[in-house]
């Protein structure tokens, strides 16, 4: 997902892309630009450069969160230091896990229990304060985002207690072509948009199919109809 994001963006923003190794950071931004050049040649206006994790956070006017949810606690204090209240977050991250060839809904469980029940989203609200967070990508395939020659008509559900945020949020989400983002709400739903990505997967095993995502399409009784 991060890849795909950091590739995508590039074509208009300067991207950072964080690790706990700067070599890794460095070696990974490189491939991603190449790419990237490659794919755009001249259309292209920004860049991806790799840092520390910290230096990312702290230089990025929105930090994009695609970190597996086994880790998004620890990692978020870690990090959270390093916010400040001009950035929001963009929280892709799925608590799931999978059981006998299928896969569930888990939401994040901590020692304190103080986030019992809660979708990684609302975890990272709560852990960085004021700082906005919004919902997003959850259901949006990371091959389609992957391969720079997809098409994709896929709608991106987007959850966050901040009006401006998800405007913020939603013009990002614009840059990448065929991508409509759909405002769906206050952060709480994000427990909803996480839980559509097992079920998306779930679908994909058990009847064939091949990283099936989601569309809204309009809908009118026919009482409705003239």
Known sequence: MGRGLAIRWALKHDILIGSRSLDKA?????????????????????SIK?????????????VVVTLPSEVIIQVMKELS????????????????????????Y??????????????AAEVAQEMVGPIP???????????YLNNLDSVMNIDVLVASNYTQTIVFASKLIRDIP????LNVGPLENSRLIES??????????????R???????????SSFEE
């Not at 809204?216 to 009784?221: K, L, N, R, T």
Request: hydrophobic residues 40%; charged residues 20%; glycine residues 6%.
């Open 178 to 181: 065929n991508l409509r983002p």
């Open 106 to 119: 888990t939401p994040l469980v901590d020692e304190g229990r103080q986030y019992q029940g809660k979708s």
């Open 211 to 221: 990283d099936p995502s989601i569309r809204v399409v309009p809908w009118m009784p």
């Open 196 to 209: 559509l990505t097992p079920l998306l997967l779930n679908a994909a095993i058990l009847n064939n199919l």
């Open 133 to 143: 967070v919004v919902s997003a990508f959850q259901t949006v395939p990371a091959t």
């Open 26 to 46: 460095r070696r990974t931004a490189k491939e991603q630009e190449n790419i990237a050049k490659g794919f755009y040649q001249a259309e292209i206006q920004g």
């Open 50 to 62: 790799g840092v520390l994790n910290s230096e990312a956070v702290r230089e990025s006017e929105v």
């Open 81 to 104: 230091s390093f916010l400040h209240p001009k950035q929001f977050i963009i929280s892709t991250v799925v608590s799931m896990k999978k059981t006998k060839g299928l896969f569930c």
